[in-house]
């Protein structure tokens, strides 16, 4: 049973810092697409960030040139580095990833239970 498992959230000023991690555990055969979502309340959800296998990244305009996507393939673990944060980024932080759990297998999506991140002005 594949999980993701997401750390790193906490209570921060505006203009602090935090990184996000997000562990994968379980048998699996690759990770491929990796996403930070998040979702404040009476928001939608919104993709933060995304990652390929080849190295392309993706950002929400809101969180361009402050939000910083990563992985470590050899610790299955993705991160978000979180930089002059603002109080706007106050929500609940997902990660999701495409998995296949063999080298035939198609991958499927996953999803983590999520960390709260609160700035506070």
């Known amino acids: 049973q594949v999980q993701l498992v997401e750390s790193g959230g906490g209570l921060v000023q505006a203009g602090g810092s935090l990184r996000l991690s997000c562990a994968a555990s379980?048998?699996?055969?690759?990770?491929?697409?990796v996403r930070w979502y998040r979702q404040a309340p009476g928001k939608q959800r919104e993709l933060v960030a995304a990652?390929?296998?080849?190295?392309?990244?993706n950002y929400a305009d809101s969180v361009k040139g402050r939000f910083t996507i990563s992985r470590d393939n050899a610790k299955n673990t993705v991160y978000l580095q979180m930089n002059s944060l603002k109080p706007e980024d106050t929500a609940v932080y997902h990660c999701?990833?495409?998995?296949?759990?063999?080298?035939?297998?198609?991958?499927?999506?996953?999803w983590g239970q999520g960390t709260q991140v609160t700035v506070s002005s």
């Open positions: 990652l390929t296998t080849g190295g392309s990244t």
């Open positions: 999701d990833a495409d998995i296949a759990l063999t080298s035939w297998a198609l991958p499927a999506n996953y």
């Open positions: 379980g048998n699996h055969f690759s990770i491929r697409t």
